[in-house]
């Protein structure tokens, strides 16, 4: 079974790369110190993975193909993927050096900041969320815009002027409202990608009912009609992991956000998650994370 990993933690509000076979990105290394941090490689952004953050992918040129909760885009230039915090998600390529593209992880705070400003931004992203749309693709003008306000931000990270936090923010929030626009851009859907509707109302069910111990592989396989054996082996086809494992990831990234705000116990928290003892909760946890929960629970105490 592929491993399947989470990131990142961030420090900063956004984190950006550039990456491409001409493209160096060790540039950014400082910046993009939280996600970053602690690996070797590149390498876990291209196996199945999860973050608490937003993440924009921009296809800047060749092609490869983005999987995300259950759907699988062939993606192009001009082709954009937004993933949202929790959802399980990679990119499949031939060739990690045939194609150049943008990668943005946004946190919760800056991306409600970014909503709170523009009502049309946070129709359009509860729109997404909705309907389980995760590409765009924005015509030629506005994707040409978008990459050279990405460009200007790295410039000015480059150049040490992270310090004018406001400039930098505010181009990234010009980018997302040119992703954002229906004028400017169109949620697309090829015949590969056509929604499950049965996948959907079963991963809208896990996430309704995440918290809930009683969330098992019989549990849903009853609830949609379906036998535990096919229903195993068609959430597994679907989802490229095995439901107890999706499970489990979604529900240790919720206890990670809540370990970090760092308002109740990690017991009380591993409770809330639907793990159904401790002892179960912090085998899984240091094993995910390579790290015990009170250590992460230490580095975020005020």
């Known amino acids: 079974m592929s491993k399947t990993y989470f990131l990142p933690m961030l420090t900063q509000d956004f984190e950006i790369y550039h990456m491409g076979p001409t493209i160096e990105t060790s540039i950014l290394r400082k910046h993009n110190e939280s996600a970053w941090g602690g690996l070797e490689s590149t390498e876990p952004f291209y196996q199945l993975h999860s973050h608490e953050v937003f993440e924009i992918f921009i296809l800047v040129d060749g092609e490869c193909e983005y999987f995300c909760e259950g759907m699988t885009y062939n993606l192009k230039k001009g082709d954009v993927v937004v993933i949202p915090p929790y959802a399980v998600h990679r990119v499949i390529a031939n060739s990690l050096d045939q194609y150049e593209r943008f990668v943005v992880t946004i946190s919760q705070h800056l991306m409600n900041d970014f909503e709170y400003s523009s009502p049309l931004l946070k129709e359009n992203t509860t729109f997404q969320k909705a309907n389980g ?58 015949k590969k990608n056509e929604l499950d509707e049965r996948l959907v109302s079963i991963l809208e069910y896990i996430e309704e009912h995440l918290t809930d111990p009683a969330l098992t592989l019989e549990h849903v396989s009853e609830r949609f009609y379906l036998s535990k054996y096919y229903f195993s082996h068609y959430f597994k086809e679907k989802m490229n992991l095995p439901f107890y494992r999706y499970v489990t990831l979604k529900r240790l990234s919720l206890a990670l956000s809540m370990i970090k705000q760092n308002e109740i116990s990690i017991k009380e928290i591993a409770v809330q998650c639907g793990f159904v003892d401790y002892s179960s909760f912090y085998r899984l946890f240091k094993k995910e994370y390579n790290m015990s929960p009170k250590t992460l629970q230490k580095e975020f105490k005020l």
């Open 133 to 190: 749309i995760y590409m765009y693709h924005l015509d030629s003008k506005s994707f040409q815009h978008m990459v050279s306000l990405l460009k200007s931000i790295i410039k000015k990270i480059k150049e040490g002027k992270e310090k004018y936090s406001f400039t930098l923010q505010y181009q990234l929030f010009q980018a997302l409202e040119l992703i954002f626009n229906p004028t400017k851009s169109a949620a697309g859907l090829s």
